[in-house]
């Protein structure tokens, strides 16, 4: 069962990782975000699978991370926080008008979250350029409703996040998390 991982997903710039981090100190368990770490990879060994250079690669390289994660991820007793999600994916390419491959569709469908999805709005006041994100915010506002769109199409539940405090964005997940019927929590210690 993969109820108990939930994802929190939404454009750059717009609070997600402040947030996850904000989680991770209270003791959430989480699974970081692959285009990142990815970039950051390809970079220091001046690999190809980038978002500037081979976007296709790139995507497989988040596909095979987001697929691992979710494998570790059921492992784990929950509640656990997903920084992005195999959809993710789907949304990514569709953004860079590239084709969706079949594979990449039945990981979407065979790989399931929680129905619940946090999603982080495009939030013009907070967003800002970094070395990793090249996006501008016309980028950014495109991203968040290709992850609305993508997410929809795969029928979860978008749930979107408030524009406000971290501390009070942690609070709001905290609370939707708990009030989530715990019955998978008692599978899952069943049967370790």
Same mark, same amino acid.
């Given at each position: ?23 991770? +100190? ?9 285009? %990142? ?13 980038? !978002? ?7 995507? *497989? ?15 784990? !007793? ?30 979407? *469908?065979?790989? +399931?979250?929680? %129905? ?5 709005? /495009? ?7 970094? *070395? ?12 968040? *409703? ?22 009070? +964005? ?10 989530? !019927?715990?019955? /998978? /929590?008692?599978?899952? /210690?069943?049967?370790?």
């Amino acid at each position: 069962m993969s109820e108990h991982i939930f994802v929190i997903t939404g454009g750059p710039g717009s609070g997600k990782s402040s947030l996850i981090a904000a989680l991770a +100190r209270e003791g959430m368990p989480y699974m970081p975000e692959a285009g %990142r770490a990815i970039i950051q990879d390809q970079v220091s060994i001046e690999g190809q699978a980038l !978002p500037w250079a081979d976007r296709e690669a790139f995507a *497989q390289l988040m596909l095979g991370w987001e697929l691992r994660s979710h494998r570790e991820a059921r492992a784990m !007793p929950g509640p656990i926080i997903v920084d992005r999600g195999i959809p993710d994916v789907i949304g990514y390419l569709t953004l860079c008008g590239l084709p969706v491959p079949p594979h990449v569709h039945r990981a979407a *469908q065979r790989y +399931r979250y929680n %129905r619940q999805v946090f999603i982080a709005p /495009h939030w013009p006041d907070i967003f800002t350029h970094d *070395q990793q994100r090249r996006q501008d915010a016309t980028e950014a506002e495109a991203t968040y *409703q290709a992850m609305v769109s993508t997410y929809t199409s795969l029928d979860y539940e978008l749930i979107p996040l408030p524009l406000s405090s971290v501390s009070e +964005r942690a609070a709001f997940v905290k609370a939707r998390i708990g009030s989530v !019927p715990d019955d /998978h /929590h008692r599978q899952h /210690h069943h049967q370790q």
